[in-house]
């Protein structure tokens, strides 16, 4: 059974880089042609797609966020992760990581979804 | 980016009852529309995709319609577990970000 978990600090100083991890199990990122992705959800903005990345390294990007995002990938260790840069207290959100119901989407429903993580910018 | 507009933000309701939750896209997304329930301190879970499609495990009161710019969810009898958050999110091949309405409140 597929899974995921988000891991990185729960804090981050303001204008600093948030650096979250998502660990795949239940199987590889490499199957199915999956877009792994991350999305946040706040108070203010609700549920705000981030990114996506196919484990080649082909990655999409919210036109939004994506001045101060990076995706990336690991395959020898069934990761992905995310560098946002610069935050600030709008930053200040729940992350969740994602797989989509389909591959070779990059555009797609999600049915699997990590536990998410909380992150607070700090001043 | 396309725009998700749901109403109403919240709905008032009881165990047994009818509900329709209404999703409006900005511009069309044909049936690239999917349905989550959320519920307090856990992330969505995917209800309806491609506007009207059951995902597997989901019961049978819950049904979407819709295409083009609108659309809805439909719960036939609300039953306890029903009562949580749920939200649209267009998924348009030719959109440049997966984007989500604002969320609906089913509550007693």
């Known amino acids: 059974q597929w899974r995921l978990q988000e891991s990185g600090p729960g804090v981050v100083k303001h204008s600093g880089t948030l650096s979250l991890t998502c660990t795949v199990s239940g199987g590889s990122i490499r199957d199915y042609s999956y877009y792994w992705g991350w999305i946040r959800q706040s108070p203010d903005k609700g549920l705000e797609w981030i990114a996506n990345i196919y484990y080649t390294g082909n990655t999409n990007y919210n036109p939004s966020l994506k001045s101060r995002v990076t995706i990336s990938v690991d395959t020898s260790l069934n990761q992905f992760s995310l560098d946002l840069t610069s935050v600030t207290a709008a930053d200040t959100a729940v992350y969740y990581c994602t797989r989509p119901r389909l591959g070779g989407a990059p555009r797609e429903a999600l049915d699997l979804w990590g536990p998410g993580t909380m992150v607070t910018v700090s001043s | 980016d396309i725009q998700m507009t749901q109403s109403p933000s919240t709905v008032s309701a009881s165990v047994g009852d009818r509900i329709t939750i209404t999703c409006r896209a900005n511009k069309s997304i044909s049936s690239f529309l999917a349905w989550y329930q959320q519920r307090p301190g856990t992330a969505p879970k995917l209800v309806i995709y491609k506007a009207s499609t059951l995902e597997s495990g989901v019961p049978s009161r819950f049904s979407g319609s819709g295409s083009g710019t609108e659309f809805t969810l439909t719960i036939s009898s609300l039953q306890p577990d029903d009562f949580a958050t749920y939200y649209c999110?267009?998924?348009?091949?030719?959109?440049?970000?997966?984007?989500f309405g604002g969320g609906t409140k089913v509550e007693t």
């Open positions: 999110q267009q998924y348009n091949r030719y959109s440049r970000a997966l984007t």
